[in-house]
């Protein structure tokens, strides 16, 4: 899911306050399953926090404040998003995809090797 929630740069930058809110599944799923555990109580709360300040941002309609939040929010949790394969004109750094329920199927970050 945070590959989502880094897709939503471009949103974020425009103040596309109802494309963010479409994502609200994406914050809730990510804060719910990156941090298991007890050892991980602090940074749980901190990601529900980060994500209480984006969606308090989009309830006011302030554009400001939703990219500081969510900028915070990204470094808070350390997300990066995929990376992007396909403009290197096919040439993988890696091993591509190699079936439909690879994670990096259908993205930018799955090149497949074609002859």
Known sequence: YGSRIAALKAAIKEGDFQAVAAEKSAFVLYNSGAYPGT???????????????????????????LKKAYDEYLALCEITGL??????????????????????????????YQR
């Open 39 to 65: 050892k991980n109580k602090e940074k749980k709360a901190n990601a529900i926090e980060g994500t209480n300040k984006i969606f308090a941002a989009i309830r006011s309609k302030d554009k400001s404040a």
């Open 83 to 112: 990376p992007d394969e396909l403009s290197k004109g096919g040439f993988s750094q890696g091993q591509g995809y190699s079936n439909d329920y690879d994670y990096r199927a259908r993205t930018k970050a799955g090149a497949i």
